[in-house]
């Protein structure tokens, strides 16, 4: 699972990619709770957008936020169906969450090391993501969040070495920038077929161990 990535740093190419510049006041990397861009779309309009979301999503129905300690990751083969998810899903409020890079964890060595993935190409991408909206009943804030979609990575040629020996792989789906329109405005169907890491730009991974202070 996906617990901690880099947020977008290169507002242009935000520009030049969907048309729209990105808001302000996030932090330099992303943990649940945190907030981050994230990029939709209106069905009634077709209107891009771009805007922050918390790492977590708090489906309309939530009696306060603590649920969204367990929903930063959604697995897309069952996103349909999940209370937590399956109104946003049902909505096709489908969205790209803008990031450098995302960490997993190796135990190649025996311990928990931090290694950090990205595209080949070195480009900034989009994650796919679904969101929602929720009305704190204490302060009466509109909170929108976000859970990224994940699909089944046993046999992805990087994704594969990552988590604990015996543990599913999972990664999070990647859209091809030829495909961000077609995510942003898919319908139910349409989104579940690109549910897949097949169609995803190719990934390199390096170590990245937190730094400790000393």
Sequence with gaps: MCTNFTPIQKPHWVKDAFGVDVPAGYPSEAYPGFEA???????????????LAKFGLIPAWAKDDKISRHTYNARSETAAEKPSYRAAW?????????VEN??????????AVRWKIGLASGDPFGIACLWDRWTDPTSGELVVSFS????NADAHPVMKQFHKQGDEKRTPVIIPPNL???????????AANLMSWQHMPPLVAEPAPVKRIE
């Design 148 to 151: 990224m979609l994940t699909v």
């Design 90 to 98: 049902r909505n096709r409020q489908y969205g790209l969450v803008l």
């Design 102 to 111: 995302f960490y997993e964890p190796s135990y190649e060595s025996g311990r």
């Design 37 to 51: 861009p994230v990029v939709v779309q209106s069905h009634q309009t077709s209107r891009v957008a771009c805007g």
């Design 180 to 190: 961000h329109s077609s995510w942003l405005a898919s319908s139910t169907e349409s």
